[in-house]
Each structure stands twice: as structure tokens, then as C-alpha cells.
């Protein structure tokens, strides 16, 4: 018991020590991880005291046929070689799609937000057109 008195104290004068030389932030932030170590080496769960959580997102990409694909380029009124730039494809894979070839998973999960909210992705295609005169 002396030892762990001992210790109890050291931690405390080098906590001291250290608290002399940090702002506000640093203190709370530091007595905060000294209490949640105290409660992790303590007898309690830990479940007890904090919420324990794990996030996880509902995000399976949707199967794309041929004709899901081209709707999606759709929405956005785009060519072919306009879709493929915006996804960073190449329009070959972009042909491919619409003559039956599955997408890749990636793919997928982008057409899939794409159809969540065409408005907003719609306007982002715009945003990034940039129109180059040649000499014609």
C-alpha cells in the first residue's frame, strides 16, 4: 500500500509539474485521459461509465446494368467522354458498361451517389467544366 501511495504520489508532482507549463486545453485535455486511464485499470467496465460505440455505413454498392448506367449518366446530361472524366474512367469503360460490361464496385458506389442526389453532382459537373477554344 505504501508503494502505491508512493507512485500516487509522483504522478501527481510530475503532473504538477507538467500542468505548469500548459495552457487550459492542455490541462483538461490531459486530466481528462488521466481519468479515463484511471477508469480503464479500474474494477468497473468500462461500458458502465462511457458510451461504447461502432460506426458503421449502410453503403452497399447497387448492381448497374446497362440501362442503370446510362439513366445515370443521364441525370447528369452528360456525353459519354464527359461521365467518364467526372467518375476518372475512361470512356472505353464507360462504353463497355453501357454494351453490358459490370462496372467496378467503386464505380458503383459513385453512380449510387450520383442518383442519391443528381442536383448536387449535376451542379459539381458544371462547376468543373471548363470550355477550351481551338483553332477551328
Known amino acids: 500500500m505504501a ?3 508512493k507512485k500516487d504520489r509522483r504522478a501527481a508532482k510530475k503532473t504538477a509539474t507538467l500542468g505548469a507549463r500548459m495552457n487550459s486545453v492542455e490541462r483538461d485535455l490531459v486530466a481528462g485521459l488521466e481519468g479515463f486511464l484511471a477508469d480503464l485499470k479500474g474494477d468497473k467496465p468500462i461500458e458502465k461509465k462511457y458510451t461504447c460505440r461502432r460506426v458503421v455505413l ?3 454498392p447497387q448492381p448497374y446494368t446497362v440501362a442503370r448506367v446510362k439513366a445515370t449518366r443521364q441525370l447528369l446530361n452528360a456525353s459519354q467522354g464527359l461521365f467518364a472524366q467526372f467518375l476518372g ?3 472505353k469503360a464507360v462504353r463497355a458498361w ?3 460490361r459490370t462496372p467496378g464496385e467503386m464505380a458503383c458506389r459513385f453512380m ?3 442518383r442519391h442526389n443528381p442536383e448536387y ?3 459539381r459537373l458544371q462547376e468543373s467544366i471548363k470550355i477550351r477554344t481551338t483553332g477551328c
Request: hydrophobic letters at 35%; glycine letters at 6%.
Open 112 to 114: 449510387d451517389e450520383i
Open 89 to 91: 474512367v475512361s470512356v
Open 121 to 123: 453532382w449535376r451542379s
Open 58 to 60: 449502410d453503403l452497399v
Open 3 to 5: 508503494d502505491k501511495d
Open 98 to 100: 453501357e454494351q453490358g
